[in-house]
């Protein structure tokens, strides 16, 4: 006798078929994806090394790969996000999530719970710092749109 009163058994195929309906939506490839991610990363470079830190960071999340098969391109992008906040000095956070538009905040959230999933590649404790920053600003609402999007990075 099973105690679950929900089969979770059917939600695999559904997130598989959500999955490539994304992916299909898609008018790039991930070759070009991951070109414009290349080319994304030369731009944001040169503006983190001027010091316009919210142009950095709202250059590099217009546009956020998603989708099956973009996994190289959202990595080189998670890393690129990550740059940026780690170039970022800790009395700056709060003027440069205050910055951004609220769609914009809530990728920056979701590339935030993505370096908290991967502790060993990101610095979790900068990542806590810039969430609470963007709660902050964008309050609750924001946590539960990023969590209820099917698009993830």
């Given amino acids: 006798m099973s105690h679950r009163k929900l089969a979770i058994d059917g939600h695999d195929a559904e997130q598989e078929q959500i999955a490539q309906q994304i992916q299909y939506l898609s008018t790039k490839t991930s070759a070009e994806v991951a070109a414009l991610v290349d080319q994304k990363a030369a731009a944001v470079r040169a503006l983190i090394t001027r010091g316009s830190t919210l142009e950095a960071l709202e ?3 217009v546009d956020a790969p998603y989708g099956r098969g973009m996994e190289p391109a959202q990595a080189a992008n998670a890393l690129l996000v990550n740059e940026i906040l780690m170039a970022t000095r ?7 999530v205050a910055g951004l538009p609220e769609d914009e905040r809530d990728v920056l959230l979701k590339y935030v719970y993505h370096g908290l999933a991967r502790p060993a590649e990101f ?3 900068v990542l806590l710092a810039w969430h609470e920053r963007i709660v902050e600003a964008a ?3 924001s946590i539960v749109r990023v969590m ?6």
């Fill in 139 to 141: 309050g609750l609402g």
């Fill in 59 to 61: 250059r590099a999340l």
């Fill in 123 to 125: 610095n979790c404790g």
């Fill in 148 to 153: 209820s999007d099917r698009r993830t990075i």
């Fill in 90 to 96: 800790a009395q700056d956070v709060a003027q440069v």
